[in-house]
């Protein structure tokens, strides 16, 4: 993969005037199932694995192209090496990595700043930290940075970097008590925040708990640095709703913050401002209805309406007319048109009487006026698995989304996105000096004459399953795009003018 562009933010300020153009000719996406090219791997196991089954998208070894860590369950965890080369068919080799069971799912992000990506690994047991050592190499890293993996089944993740701290915090998101006698139902496990202090980790328990499967640290809608829980109501059973921590007051939101306490089935949680009024909205997936709330400007959020077509409920193939089980959610242009795209992954918990048994994974395409259409049979992407954990990303450089997928109790899937006349892309990435060298927690905006796009840098979301890869644009036809940065701590950048596309754009501090 070509190397990326260097651009110093502070010296390159330009404008821009728009001349609207005519709607960018939409056609469906094409995938190609390259599932052979990966090694193989099954997430399995019993009723604690029965959740879970997320994976890490990450370049470990630094040429460009992502690797995959997937969760095994009972099974040993894997690390897959890409051997894709920029544009052509991906391809996938088995690296060798210390033997790890139990793992439910897995995030990278680099939480000692030294520019080498660690890996929080989530088990049913104790969860571990891997430094990144680089070349693709990790050491486990829980007594050296003074972390307490505890003995929990542990099942959601995100972290953030907060004003002041020499290293990010982390939330781990727990599920049923395991060794609550009275359980399982009414018996959800609590959650816990650690936050670096001189020599460590300390630990926080967060409670109520509802047996979280979903969380992301994020500014959202309030614009407020926050911490959102997606929760599990077949486990809670009554009293338990979404949550929304407030980091700086140290509480959950409630009805007098205007907090509304929806309910669901919550599995996966992906947010993204897909309308371009600069708010991020989330999606929540679940049993039954997917639920997608539109940002506003109060910072409160607002319940799409049916008539969107994001709500899934049922599966579109195959004849069950019974609810569908929502779990991994990724939003992700596809077609490069610049409109958000959605992968939702679907199936059965395992043998829910009340759910759909064939329940076939989603791609809603955005249509130009903001709706959605179910594409996955055309795209090839309509998987009958047991899907978990997924991701949207482009595995060869080729400025196209492809898609990845863990699967319960079979092998997992591999598409390449091979749409024909799909719009230009651009992949931008941010480094800055000192900690948080990612700069997690910033915003990027990409000004064309397309519109305006949005996307923060997080680490969280999704069920299970993380990823620290460049940030995607589809761009349409544009020939021009303007590119701002919001740094972490609120610093912004003028625009920068970006005229080569379908490269990975590096914006430095």
């Not at 007051?249 to 907090?259: A, M, Y």
């Not at 009024?277 to 709330?293: A, C, H, N, R």
């Not at 329940?359 to 594409?375: H, I, M, S």
């Not at 109790?409 to 900690?435: C, D, F, I, K, W």
Request: net charge negative; charged share 20%.
């Amino acid at each position: 993969m070509s190397r990326p562009v260097v651009l110093n933010a502070k010296a390159l300020i330009a404008c821009l005037s728009l001349v609207p153009l005519p709607l960018w000719a939409q056609s469906i996406p094409q995938f190609q199932n390259r599932s052979d090219a990966l090694p193989t791997h099954i997430y399995g196991g019993g009723w604690e694995h029965f959740v879970g089954g997320g994976l890490a998208v990450f370049d470990c070894n630094g040429d460009g192209m992502p690797e995959i860590f997937a969760a095994g369950g009972e099974n040993p965890a894997s690390l897959m090496l890409n051997r894709s080369f920029q544009g052509e068919d991906l391809s996938f080799e088995p690296r060798e990595i210390m033997e790890m069971t139990g793992v439910t799912g897995a995030y990278p992000l680099d939480i000692d700043s030294n520019g080498v990506t660690d890996l929080a690994v989530l088990r049913v047991g104790e969860n571990l930290l891997l430094r990144g050592l680089g070349d693709c190499a990790f050491e486990r890293a829980n007594e050296d940075w003074g972390f307490d993996g505890g003995d929990r089944w542990t099942t959601a993740f995100t972290a953030g970097w907060e004003a002041g701290a020499t290293r990010p915090t982390l939330f781990f998101g727990n599920y049923v008590d395991r060794d609550n006698p009275d359980g399982p139902f009414e018996a959800c496990d609590v959650n816990e925040l650690h936050r670096p202090v001189a020599g460590g980790y300390e630990k926080t328990v967060l409670e109520p708990g509802f047996c979280t499967l979903s969380a992301l640290i994020s500014k959202g809608a309030r614009g407020t640095q926050s911490l959102r829980l997606s929760n599990d109501r077949h486990y809670y059973v009554k009293g338990g709703y979404e949550q929304l921590y407030d980091l700086q007051e140290n509480r959950f939101l409630d009805d007098q913050d205007g907090w509304e306490k929806v309910s669901l089935w919550g599995m996966g949680i992906a947010e993204r401002d897909i309308d371009g009024d600069t708010i991020p909205d989330v999606m929540l997936t679940s049993m039954g209805d997917q639920l997608l709330q539109f940002g506003q400007d109060d910072g409160h959020y607002k319940a799409a309406p049916y008539e969107i077509g994001t709500y899934a409920h049922r599966p579109h193939l195959g004849g069950d007319g019974r609810p569908s089980t929502g779990w991994s959610a990724d939003w992700g242009d596809v077609d490069n048109d610049a409109r958000a795209d959605l992968f939702i992954a679907k199936g059965n918990v395992e043998q829910m009487p009340n759910n759909a048994a064939h329940d076939p994974n989603n791609l809603l395409q955005q249509k130009p006026d903001g709706t959605f259409r179910e594409v996955s049979i055309a795209a090839g992407v309509a998987s009958m698995e047991k899907s978990r954990g997924g991701h949207l990303v482009d595995l060869n450089g080729d400025g196209l989304l492809d898609l990845v997928v863990v699967n319960r109790q079979s092998a997992m899937e591999l598409y390449q996105n091979v749409t024909p006349n799909a719009g230009h892309s651009l992949a931008v990435s941010l480094r800055q000096p000192g900690l948080n060298p990612a700069a997690v927690g910033a915003t990027v905006e990409i000004l064309t004459n397309r519109g305006l796009q949005r996307q923060d840098v997080t680490v969280g979301g999704g069920h299970a399953s993380g990823k620290a890869v460049p940030l995607h644009f589809g761009l349409a036809d544009a020939e021009v795009a303007q590119v701002k940065v919001t740094w972490p701590d609120g610093e912004e950048t003028g625009w920068v003018e970006i005229t080569q596309f379908d490269r990975w754009v590096e914006l430095a501090r």
